[in-house]
């Protein structure tokens, strides 16, 4: 038997209702973690209108006839790796291990949000911690076959909390990247992994340290294109210590070469990178310069629009992307 958690996330990854393999690679069994995503919508005091108007009569409400899923929200069965399981009384077991279970649960989760992120630019969608997923919840033991767990024990815990997100599910073909990533055989890029914290940033309004982290982006992307260049054998011998060469160097004579296409002073790419984003990021860092959001965003893009060049990059991974009119669309009013 394996220990299992249902949560409710506090949105809707639109992905199709199925299995999911995770690998946990930070301080979790290797051992897959086995989630089970499930779309559901409340059906607590179904309203028939179209917009929001006189809520405040009903203490609260939902969309009825919501053809766009507005209310929809995932359901995650997390089916913890054989491995943890080591108690010996099973009642007293989920009072002093609910928190580690909780914790385990939370860590692949958001392994699964990380790649879901980054395979469909959804950025917006956050991380969770213990306590946002702390809804109703559910512990228990059970047994995986073939798709279906057979339940031996269930205990319910936690408390009732709701929020809500919207979009269209995503097509099969980026249900099975994301499954591919997570099975732990590739890891997202470092640099893209800064590129989505830099978006983030600008998101919550941080202009400066927006700046900084995709300044930072391309640096990492450069310098390890570079390193990946000059390590080959038959360029071994260039360079002899990559790890000395200054960054305007890179930038300027040997990313190009490294990547294989003209990236230098008078191009247009190279130009919009070198004055939105590389000089701009030194006055932030070496003079106390404070962007505003108009520069920080300028930043973000001349990055963007160098990296979908030099590397290559799907335009669909591209910013800026069509997000959903809200990110949170179930009301309350009044006492729940």
């Not at 958001?110 to 969608?125: G, M, P």
């Not at 927006?210 to 390193?227: H, K, L, M, R, Y």
Request: glycine share 6%; charged share 25%.
């Amino acid at each position: 038997m394996q220990i299992f958690i249902e949560l409710e996330l506090p949105f809707c990854l639109y992905m199709k209702d199925d299995w999911y393999r995770v690998v946990v690679l930070d301080g979790a069994p290797a051992e897959p973690f086995h989630i089970h995503l499930s779309k559901f919508r409340r059906d607590k005091e179904k309203i028939e209108y179209t917009t929001f108007y006189g809520a405040e009569q009903i203490e609260r409400g939902e969309l009825w006839r919501d053809k766009h899923g507005t209310f929809r929200r995932n359901r995650a069965l997390v089916v913890l790796p054989s491995s943890i399981r080591t108690f010996k009384n099973r009642d007293a077991f989920w009072v002093e291990n609910a928190e580690t279970i909780c914790e385990y649960a939370v860590k692949a989760v958001n392994c699964l949000v990380e790649v879901y992120r980054y395979v469909t630019q959804d950025y917006y969608i956050p991380f969770v911690n213990q306590e946002e997923v702390a809804n109703v919840f559910y512990v228990g033991l059970g047994t995986l076959t073939d798709g279906e767990i057979e339940v031996h024990y269930r205990n319910q815990m936690g408390y009732d909390a709701r929020l809500t997100n919207t979009l269209p599910d995503y097509p099969h073909e980026t249900c099975i990247e994301i499954q591919r990533m997570l099975d732990g055989k590739e890891q997202i890029p470092l640099y893209e992994e800064l590129v989505m914290r830099a978006r983030g940033l600008f998101e919550e309004g941080n202009a400066r340290m927006s700046v900084v982290e995709i300044q930072t982006a391309f640096e990492v992307f450069a310098i390890g294109a570079v390193a990946v260049y000059y390590n080959k054998p038959e360029n071994i011998s260039k360079i002899k210590d990559v790890s000395k060469l200054d960054f305007a160097s890179v930038s300027k004579i040997h990313l190009g070469r490294a990547i294989g296409k003209r990236f230098e002073p008078g191009q247009y790419i190279y130009d919009r990178w070198h004055s939105d984003t590389y000089l701009l990021r030194n006055k932030v860092v070496h003079q106390g310069y404070v962007p505003s959001l108009k520069e920080a965003l300028d930043a973000v893009l001349a990055v963007e629009n160098a990296l979908d060049y030099l590397a290559g990059r799907p335009k669909e991974k591209s910013w800026l992307k069509m997000k959903p009119p809200t990110v949170v669309n179930e009301f309350f009013t009044g006492a729940d």
